[in-house]
């Protein structure tokens, strides 16, 4: 399909053909399509500057009609020039909520079904903005607001320059109507609150830009974040041994450099929901030692938890048989 010369959809080319460029120099990709308007434009414009472009349609089965929504959107997909078409259909179930338990589905199908394909996903600077604040409300940390990477392997996101508002020009210019999800309006989702309420009262308060600033803040603090892993990982080479922390190594480090070392190991020997509060008491038995008990951290076996104890110098990571009342 020839795309027409017009501002939205060339600033939307121009993004996938710079990703390409730097992440992706063979030009063969997929592109997961909701048949929205963010990733509706983005096929088109991946399917303009890409080599080969496979649309992958994800029918999540939660409202009435959807086979036929990404029927359609795989359609689209096949008209835009994608070099094929499909659709995923999945089963959404677990805990943390719809929203979570369909991500987890989306991303899970999305993965098996790419091949050795790297995945375009529809984020703007806009969803961008809505991840940070998210982030920030957490307050666990500067790696909480770093906000999405523009490729995090397998998963690209050209589009994190770009605003909503441009897709839907996109969408315009191209004479598509893209599909309108009925969640993407639901009050009972966080970030649909974020996107029509707390957003605008933000812009309208501190004099707009703060959709940008707040991308460009999760960008600066992702780049300082990556020194101080860099850093850390050094650390960690001399601290843990025979998957031990050598409490006494790890102390001559900087607080935030001690706490990525410590996170590390513990995501490593199987924690799980590791918060800021469970982070920092563990860090505590290194930099604070004052002869204090095992430290509780998420994981473990319904009869046994997952302790962080510190003995002679050393930090380990074990389980401890829950007591019985």
Do not use: K
């Amino acid at each position: 399909m020839l795309l027409p010369e017009e501002p939205a959809i060339l600033e939307i080319r121009h993004a996938v053909r710079n990703w390409i460029a730097e992440h992706c120099v063979d030009g063969v990709l997929a592109v997961a399509l909701s048949g929205g308007a963010d990733s509706l434009a983005l096929a088109a414009a991946a399917a303009a500057e890409a080599r080969s472009v496979r649309a992958l349609i994800v029918d999540h089965r939660l409202q009435p009609g959807s086979a036929g929504v990404a029927a359609t959107a795989a359609q689209r997909a096949r008209e835009l020039g994608c070099a094929s078409a499909e659709v995923l259909t999945v089963e959404v179930s677990g805990s943390g909520g719809l929203e979570a338990a369909a991500r987890q589905a989306r991303y899970a199908a999305l993965d098996r079904a790419r091949g050795t394909r790297p995945v375009l996903l529809g984020h703007t600077l806009d969803d961008q903005a809505e991840t940070v604040l998210l982030g920030l409300s957490r307050g666990s940390g500067g790696r909480s607001i770093w906000g999405m990477s523009e490729y995090e392997s397998p998963w690209g996101r050209p589009l994190l320059g770009v605003r909503r508002s441009t897709t839907h020009q996109a969408c315009a210019e191209l004479g598509l109507s893209p599909y309108e999800d009925p969640h993407n309006s639901s009050p009972d989702f966080v970030r649909v609150r974020l996107r029509t309420e707390v957003l605008p009262l933000l812009e309208e308060v501190l004099g707009g830009g703060v959709a940008g600033a707040l991308a460009r803040t999760g960008e600066q603090l992702r780049e300082e974040g990556a020194v101080l892993d860099a850093v850390a990982a050094d650390a960690a080479s001399e601290a843990v041994v025979n998957g031990e922390i050598d409490a006494t190594v790890l102390a001559l480090s900087a607080p935030p450099v001690r706490r990525r070392v410590l996170r590390g190991w513990l995501l490593a020997a199987g924690a799980r929901g590791l918060g800021n509060r469970q982070l920092r008491a563990v860090d505590d038995l290194v930099a604070r030692w004052r002869g204090q008990g095992p430290v509780a951290i998420g994981g473990g076996t319904p009869d046994a938890r997952l302790v962080v104890c510190r003995r002679r110098g050393r930090l380990n990571v074990g389980l401890e048989e829950q007591r019985r009342v």
